[in-house]
């Protein structure tokens, strides 16, 4: 029965005005375990903020979305927002920790995983843009490759409806016997669950990824300065301020920033910031009162977003629904 990983990577930083962190173990995996037979499974749990799921890895690969809150998804190289018009996809192996920024529904997706083949299609088919049906390889046109890192992807009202449907019942003790799956196959219970399956998959394969990750370091004086930033973008307006609550010079962290992120400090917190707005915006809080509470002008925080990722602010933050692709 899979236990939770060692702690490899602390964990994220409370604000202080906040109440203290509950912490829950990795939620009872082995009884959601996907196969061949039912290559993606799901389960719900309800969590309050600032819960956070320990960290801990799969052998499967994962998609983590809350409907009703936002969670912040930590692993060893970065930390990621997750609002409820995105949905995070990790690969198998990737050591996570789940912390509930607010409360939420955390809803998770297992995905079966064959050996050297990666991403939501891994198995089945994959329908093109042109509308041509091809066999899923390890370089497919849903792209192995990208799908070998975590991907924070855009979640359209279908994938959203899809995902609530699916059905959330553990496997018991123990995960049911070939001659059981084959029983199942002729109720309508499974056979509703395989077409909900293919669609998700399609739709997942389909999903546009969003650059909402935050890099984050190893050194441990530079993760602290990372963390305490996460935990308040707005405390300081400068480097120097920011540098002298961790008892490094602002030279030695301008130096570690390029070296461990290859960025500029005010380049990282700019990620940051994005990150903060998408949180902000799923409580359906107005735009003009983003911009202020991130320290913009309107006209300036719509500029920075724009100048960033390449899209409206009302499209980045989940608060208009993509132009349809043709």
């Not at 607010?102 to 079966?112: C, G, N, P, W």
């Amino acid at each position: 029965m899979p236990t939770p990983a060692p702690q490899h990577f602390a964990p994220d930083v409370v604000p202080p005005a906040r109440r203290e962190r509950a912490y829950v173990g990795s939620l009872t995996p082995e009884l959601f375990v996907p196969t061949a037979a039912r290559p993606v499974r799901a389960k719900l749990r309800m969590l309050a903020a600032d819960t956070q799921v320990m960290p801990h890895s799969h052998p499967w690969a994962q998609v983590a979305i809350s409907t009703t809150g936002v969670i912040r998804l930590t692993v060893n190289h970065g930390t990621f927002i997750v609002p409820p018009s995105r949905a995070l996809w990790i690969p198998p192996g990737v050591e996570h920790a789940v912390t509930m920024v607010e409360d939420a529904d955390l809803r998770t997706l297992y995905f079966h995983q064959p050996p050297g083949r990666c991403g939501p299609q891994a198995l089945g088919t994959v329908t093109g843009h042109d509308g041509k049906a091809s066999a899923a390889t390890g370089h497919d046109a849903a792209g192995s490759d990208a799908w070998r890192q975590c991907r924070v992807l855009e979640v359209s009202d279908l994938l959203r409806a899809l995902v609530r449907e699916m059905p959330t019942e553990p496997d018991g003790d123990s995960a049911p016997t070939a001659a059981a799956l084959l029983r199942e196959r002729h109720l309508s219970a499974l056979l509703r669950e395989q077409h909900l399956t293919a669609l998700i998959r399609d739709e997942l394969a389909r999903a546009a990824a969003v650059k909402l990750g935050v890099d984050l370091p190893h050194d441990k004086r530079l993760r602290h300065l990372c963390e305490a930033v996460l935990a308040d973008p707005t405390r300081h307006d400068t480097l120097a301020a920011w540098a002298h609550d961790t008892g490094a010079s602002p030279r030695t962290v301008a130096r570690l920033f390029r070296s461990e992120l290859g960025s500029t400090f005010t380049q990282w917190r700019q990620q940051v910031i994005l990150a903060k707005a998408v949180s902000l915006a799923a409580g359906r809080m107005p735009m003009g009162q983003i911009a202020a509470e991130l320290g913009y002008s309107a006209s300036a925080f719509s500029a920075m977003v724009r100048k960033s990722v390449g899209q409206p602010p009302g499209r980045f933050l989940g608060q208009q629904q993509p132009a349809p692709s043709h």
